[in-house]
C-alpha cells in the first residue's frame, strides 16, 4: 500500500513538473522573438511575428527555422569570428573570399546571410508586385514577370536535394536567376554565376516540410504571395552603388 502511493506521488509530481516546464517553455507565436545576443553580437531580428506569414508559412515552421536552423549558423559562425580575427568584417566581404576558409566557416556564414535574406524580402500582406525601376529590369531581362517568376520556380523544382534559388544582380547591373546547393550564394568566389543577391528562396526541406511534406511546389507557389518587392526593389537599387 504504502509503495503504491509512493509510486502515486512521485507520477504525480513529475506530471507537474513536465506540466511546468511545458508552459515556461510555451512559444506565444503571435509575438516577434526576443532579442537573442551571442557573445556581445546580436542575431538578426525577424521583423515579424512567427504566425505573421500563416497560412502560406506555418507558426511552427517559422519558429523552428529561425530559433533552431538559424541560430544555430548563426553562433557557429559568431565562434568562427572569435577565433579567427580576420573574419570579423562585413560577412560579405568573407563570402566574397569564401574559398580561403573551411568547409565550417563556408557553411555557417553562407547559412547565416542566406537566411537573413529570405526572412527580409517577405511579409504577411505580400503577393504585390515589382514597380518602378526594378519592374523595368525584369522586363527588360525576361520579357515579363511572370517569365522570371516560371523561370525561378522552376530552378526551385529543379533542384536536387537542398538548396537555393536566386534573383540576383551581375557587375553589369544586369538581373539574372541561380540556383546553389546547399547553403552557397551568388556572392560566393566558387559559385559558376556570380552578383548580389536581392531575393532569396530556401528549398531545404526543413523550409516547407511540416505543412507541405514532399509537395515543394505548393509551398513555392505560396511564397510568391508573400514577397516584400518594396525591399526587393530597394535592394536592387543598393547593389548598383
Not at 506555418?58 to 549558423?73: F, L, S
Not at 546553389?180 to 559559385?191: E, G, R, S
Request: some cysteine; glycine content about 4%.
Amino acid at each position: 500500500m504504502k509503495f503504491k502511493i509512493l509510486t502515486l506521488i512521485i507520477v504525480f509530481l513529475f506530471l507537474s513538473g513536465l506540466k511546468l516546464f511545458s508552459q515556461t517553455n510555451a512559444v506565444d507565436y503571435s509575438k516577434k522573438p526576443a532579442e537573442f545576443v551571442y557573445k556581445g553580437i546580436s542575431f538578426y531580428q525577424l521583423p515579424y511575428a512567427y504566425n505573421a506569414l500563416e497560412p502560406f508559412i506555418d507558426k511552427e515552421t517559422v519558429m523552428i527555422h529561425y530559433d533552431r536552423h538559424h541560430k544555430t549558423y548563426f553562433t557557429k559562425y559568431v565562434d568562427a569570428m572569435e577565433a579567427k580575427p580576420e573574419l570579423q568584417v562585413k560577412i560579405e566581404d568573407v563570402l566574397k573570399k569564401i574559398s580561403q576558409y573551411s568547409d565550417a566557416i563556408h557553411n555557417n556564414a553562407g547559412g547565416y546571410y542566406n537566411h537573413i535574406l529570405y526572412w527580409q524580402i517577405m511579409q504577411p500582406d505580400g503577393n504585390n508586385m515589382p514597380k518602378g525601376i526594378l519592374a523595368s529590369a525584369i522586363d527588360k531581362k525576361f520579357g515579363s514577370f511572370e517569365n522570371m517568376k516560371k523561370q525561378i520556380t522552376d530552378a526551385a523544382l529543379s533542384r536536387f536535394g537542398s538548396g537555393w534559388v536566386w534573383l540576383s544582380v551581375n557587375e553589369k547591373h544586369e538581373l539574372f536567376v541561380s540556383s546553389t546547393a546547399n547553403q552557397d550564394c551568388p556572392l560566393m568566389d566558387i559559385v559558376k554565376e556570380r552578383g548580389t543577391p536581392i531575393f532569396a528562396l530556401d528549398v531545404w526541406e526543413h523550409a516547407y516540410y511540416l505543412k507541405y511534406q514532399n509537395k515543394r511546389k505548393d509551398y513555392v507557389d505560396n511564397f510568391w504571395k508573400l514577397i516584400n518587392w518594396t525591399v526587393v526593389e530597394k535592394l536592387y537599387e543598393e547593389a548598383g552603388k
